[in-house]
Every structure is written in structure tokens, then in C-alpha cells.
């Protein structure tokens, strides 16, 4: 069942979704090398505590850390630990937070210092195809119109979009119906009405869209240990359009 939100529930969600805008502004400064992931995930929960939330993803389905970190080749749910960050690399961020019983979730992937062209191109792409997903949220048009943005840009800059994991709808639960695959096809899908507040969250692979989970039963990487990139935005179906909670 999709669970359409009144105002005051939207306007719960988009204080959920400002403390997760902040709590990635205020770490973006302090990925740089020699960091480690664990240390990010401190500075994360602090400022979501001091932000008057709680974070969203720590002790969700037993998750152990504030943030997802998935270095690389590593697509999501990465978990925060002792690694330390190198030159070069990129670190993709998820971060949610729950403020008045309502979740807040966006996510985006960071260079570590200089990234070379191919990974600075990856993420444009994946950004930029979230922008245009987002395009197509409209009341009246489909949820099959959002992947489809999403799959044609992707898959004309010669990258694939993962398909064994989608975005959501947002709410009391972290993920609620619909699910938002990042492929379909135009018209299709469940109708896209007021009220709805939807997690749009594009992973975009270098190679293959295949993806494989790591023996620490959490962390999903390429299956073929090429590149990944994840960009996340809430957004809120509103009389007036579409709004972004997390910007």
C-alpha cells in the first residue's frame, strides 16, 4: 500500500531530510585521506544527535553503523570500520535520520582529494541522472517515467544501472511502497500522486550491473570489481510539484 502524507508528515520528513542535508555538508570537509570510514560515522551520529535526531540507519535490520560507507567498487551498504580513506578514491555516503517518527534519507558519492577523469565522470552521470529522474516526479505521470530517465541517460554515457536494488517510499518506515527501480519503462508503474514522498537513489556501474554481497553479510560491490556511484535524494509530491527535501 503507498501511504499518501498531509502536510504536517511532509513537513516531519523534510526536517528528517534537512539534519541528513547538514550531517553530509558537515563531514564533506573531512574526506581526505588517512581518514578512516569509523571516524566519519562518529562525526556523523554526533551531529544528527546535536541536530535533535536520532540516526536513522544504526540498529535498522541489525546495520551497525550510523552511515553507509561503500568505497569504490562497493555499491551500498557498506560498513564503517578501521580502513582509512586514500587519494583518489571515491566513497559513496548514505545517511538517514528519524525526527518525529518520520525517516530522512539521501546519499552521495565524494572524491578522496584528486579523482581521475574516469571516476569524475562516473560521478557526474550518476548525478546528473538522478536530476533528471527527479524530472519526471509529477503528479499524474508513472514511477516507470523515473527509472526510464534514469536508464536512458545512464546507459548513453555507457554505464549500467543496478537492478537488484531500487529506491522507495519514505515515511514512518525507512522503506515503504513504492519501490523505484532505476530501468523501466514510460507509463508504467504505479500512478505518481500528491502526498507520495519518495527516496530516489540511482547506483550507476562502470561494467556490469551485476552485484555480489560481501562475506560481512552486508556490504554489495560490482560483481566484476569495477567502479559504483550512489546519489540520493527525498522528495515530496506537492500540490505546487515536486519539492526536494534534501536540499
Not at 520528513?13 to 547538514?22: N, Q, S
Not at 574516469?118 to 529522474?133: F, I, P
Not at 546507459?155 to 530501468?183: A, R, W, Y
Request: glycine share 10%; charged share 25%.
Amino acid at each position: 500500500m503507498i501511504l499518501l502524507k498531509n502536510n504536517n508528515q511532509i513537513q516531519s520528513i523534510d526536517f528528517a531530510c534537512k539534519i541528513v542535508r547538514d550531517t553530509l555538508l558537515h563531514i564533506e570537509e573531512q574526506i581526505v585521506p588517512d581518514i578512516s570510514t569509523l571516524d566519519l560515522d562518529k562525526m556523523a551520529e554526533e551531529f544528527i544527535l546535536s541536530s535533535g535526531g536520532t540516526p536513522g540507519f544504526k540498529g535498522l535490520y541489525g546495520f551497525p553503523g550510523t552511515l553507509c560507507v561503500s568505497i569504490e567498487d562497493e555499491v551500498v551498504h557498506g560498513v564503517p570500520s578501521k580502513r582509512l580513506l586514500n587519494e583518489g578514491e571515491i566513497i559513496s555516503i548514505d545517511v538517514g535520520s528519524i525526527y518525529n517518527d518520520y525517516y530522512g534519507d539521501h546519499a552521495k558519492t565524494f572524491p578522496v582529494g584528486e579523482v581521475d577523469d574516469a571516476r569524475n565522470k562516473l560521478l557526474d552521470v550518476t548525478k546528473k541522472s538522478l536530476e533528471l529522474g527527479i524530472h519526471e516526479v509529477k503528479d499524474g505521470k508513472y514511477i516507470g517515467d523515473i527509472g526510464h530517465a534514469i536508464q536512458t541517460f545512464a546507459e548513453k554515457n555507457n554505464f549500467s544501472v543496478v537492478k537488484d536494488l531500487v529506491g522507495h517510499g519514505i515515511g514512518k518506515t525507512l522503506h515503504e511502497e513504492p519501490q523505484i527501480p532505476n530501468f523501466g519503462l514510460p507509463n508504467t508503474g504505479p500512478e505518481i500522486k500528491v502526498g507520495m514522498c519518495l527516496a530516489i537513489e540511482p547506483m550507476l556501474n562502470q561494467g556490469s550491473d551485476k552485484i555480489i554481497t560481501k562475506d560481512d553479510g552486508w556490504t554489495i560491490s560490482t560483481s566484476d570489481g569495477k567502479l559504483s556511484a550512489h546519489f540520493e535524494h527525498t522528495v515530496a509530491v506537492t500540490e505546487k510539484g515536486v519539492k526536494i527535501l534534501t536540499v
